[in-house]
């Protein structure tokens, strides 16, 4: 049974709809993830997973964006393994979105709640930082972010309840803190 490079044009076309309702945000999960430097590269795997199961592709867009970050997720985890990438795995926050030009602003409060939050989550363990980030900056629902892991939506909620929780304590905040102590990845996802 072999594979052409060639498929049908409804194929052609499926897979070109993918890619451009997908590329940018699928680019930013993998940039989160990956040094900048490897981010094209493991982006590129994950389109050619793409284009060889583009039969297996939910057609809604949600749901092939859950499928593609869950192939990416494990295009990482893989790498990580075989040693391939350092930090393949771990996430990370852009150190501009948290040391930005607000820092210079006149509430001393609310930054230090940002550089207390920001070295709260470098210590948080990758899997805390992997179910906040799936919510948080990637948008996705508690089935679609379970989906990503291979886990059941119900140990997906129960795992972003730990992270969540571990970040507060780590942070010094608390459920009943005031909304600029607290950080918006504590805030609760539909």
């Given at each position: 049974?072999?594979?052409?490079?060639?498929?049908?044009?409804?194929?052609?076309?499926?897979?070109?709809?993918?890619?451009?309702?997908?590329?940018?945000?699928?680019?930013?999960?993998?940039?989160?993830?990956?040094?900048?430097?490897?981010?094209?590269?493991?982006?590129?795997?994950?389109?050619?997973?793409?284009?060889?199961?583009?039969?297996?592709?939910?057609?809604?867009?949600?749901?092939?964006?859950?499928?593609?970050?869950?192939?990416?997720?494990?295009?990482?985890?893989?790498?990580?393994?075989?040693?391939?990438?350092?930090?393949?795995?771990?996430?990370?926050?852009?150190?501009?979105?948290?040391?930005?030009?607000?820092?210079?602003?006149?509430?001393?409060?609310?930054?230090?709640?940002?550089?207390?939050?920001?070295?709260?989550?470098?210590?948080?363990?990758?899997?805390h930082q992997e179910a906040l980030a799936l919510a948080v900056w990637d948008g996705l629902s508690a089935p679609?972010?379970?989906?990503?892991?291979?886990?059941?939506?119900?140990?997906?909620?129960?795992?972003?309840?730990?992270?969540?929780?571990?970040?507060?304590?780590?942070?010094?905040?608390?459920?009943?803190?005031?909304?600029?102590?607290?950080?918006?990845?504590?805030?609760?996802?539909?």
């Amino acid at each position: 049974m072999g594979h052409t490079d060639n498929g049908p044009p409804g194929r052609e076309q499926a897979f070109r709809r993918l890619y451009e309702a997908t590329y940018a945000d699928l680019l930013r999960f993998i940039e989160r993830r990956v040094h900048p430097t490897h981010a094209e590269d493991v982006l590129a795997d994950v389109f050619l997973v793409a284009w060889r199961r583009i039969d297996d592709v939910p057609r809604p867009h949600d749901e092939a964006r859950a499928w593609l970050f869950g192939v990416a997720h494990r295009t990482l985890r893989s790498q990580h393994r075989s040693g391939e990438r350092h930090r393949a795995v771990a996430v990370r926050i852009a150190d501009a979105q948290l040391r930005g030009p607000d820092l210079a602003g006149p509430e001393p409060d609310l930054v230090a709640a940002r550089l207390d939050l920001a070295e709260a989550w470098r210590r948080l363990s990758a899997v805390h930082q992997e179910a906040l980030a799936l919510a948080v900056w990637d948008g996705l629902s508690a089935p679609e972010a379970a989906e990503v892991l291979g886990i059941s939506p119900v140990a997906y909620r129960l795992r972003l309840s730990r992270a969540r929780r571990a970040l507060r304590a780590l942070a010094g905040t608390h459920p009943h803190t005031s909304p600029t102590a607290a950080p918006a990845a504590t805030r609760s996802t539909p």
